[in-house]
């Protein structure tokens, strides 16, 4: 039987702790919030970027901090309010219920509880709180009181680290002339940079080579292919 024949996916292990996030000046502001929760003003922070931008790791680092909950917003329409107001919680993809009444306004009691009893709330979303096009204006003007913090689009020493974790991830170990030419040659992206990665993986699978340049040079001109077509 053929190597190539012989070999199976890895699993993925996404790591989520605080020692896996690469500080770099796009999300130093954020991380150092996100460290100094106790802090806030109000007792309240939000915390938006771009997929991919780290915002569902950041949620799970203040959780390991504060002992806080995480829930995506969608799902507060199902939720037990009063329970989850038991603690600090992080709601994340806020801007996904906009016009949604019921998660809307299960999110404004909510809020209005955590704070009553003293304990800490953090929201997410891909942009800016005051583009969230929430209905509620009662919940909007509180959610506009936050502080906030912006995790931007990656420079190169965080792209090089989330190339590296995302690697890590999937038990891979790229040729060291990988990451230096995705760094050159990709789209500036965190969403870009997990999609090369789980390619790179898919297509090493049928290799005996590893992720090496040339496999990268393959796979990365079959990607710009691919998004060019869709744009056109």
């Not at 931008?53 to 995480?70: E, Y």
């Not at 917003?73 to 994340?92: F, G, H, K, S």
């Amino acid at each position: 039987m053929l190597l190539e024949q012989l070999q199976i996916p890895l699993p993925v292990l996404t790591a989520l702790g605080r020692e896996d996030f690469f500080v770099s000046e796009s999300n130093a502001i954020a991380v150092a919030l996100i460290e100094s929760w106790q802090q806030w003003p109000s007792r309240k922070m939000v915390l938006y970027g771009p997929a991919g931008s780290g915002k569902t790791h950041m949620a799970h680092v203040w959780a390991n901090l504060s002992g806080a909950r995480i829930i995506a917003a969608q799902e507060l329409v199902y939720a037990d309010i009063p329970t989850l107001a038991d603690t600090n919680i992080c709601i994340e993809n806020v801007d996904q219920i906009a016009g949604v009444a019921l998660a809307e306004e299960a999110l404004f009691h909510l809020h209005n509880l955590v704070l009553a009893q003293g304990h800490s709330l953090m929201l997410t979303g891909a942009a800016a709180p005051n583009l969230w096009a929430l209905h509620l204006p009662d919940l909007t003007s509180r959610i506009l009181a936050a502080q906030s913090a912006a995790l931007s689009g990656p420079d190169d020493m965080l792209l090089s680290a989330l190339l590296i974790k995302l690697f890590s991830d999937r038990q891979i170990v790229p040729a060291s002339d990988v990451i230096p030419y995705l760094l050159r040659q990709m789209p500036r992206s965190y969403g870009s940079a997990r999609l090369i990665v789980e390619r790179l993986d898919r297509a090493a699978l049928t290799r005996t080579s590893g992720v090496n340049r040339p496999l990268a040079i393959q796979v990365l001109a079959d990607f710009e292919k691919e998004n060019a077509q869709t744009q056109g």
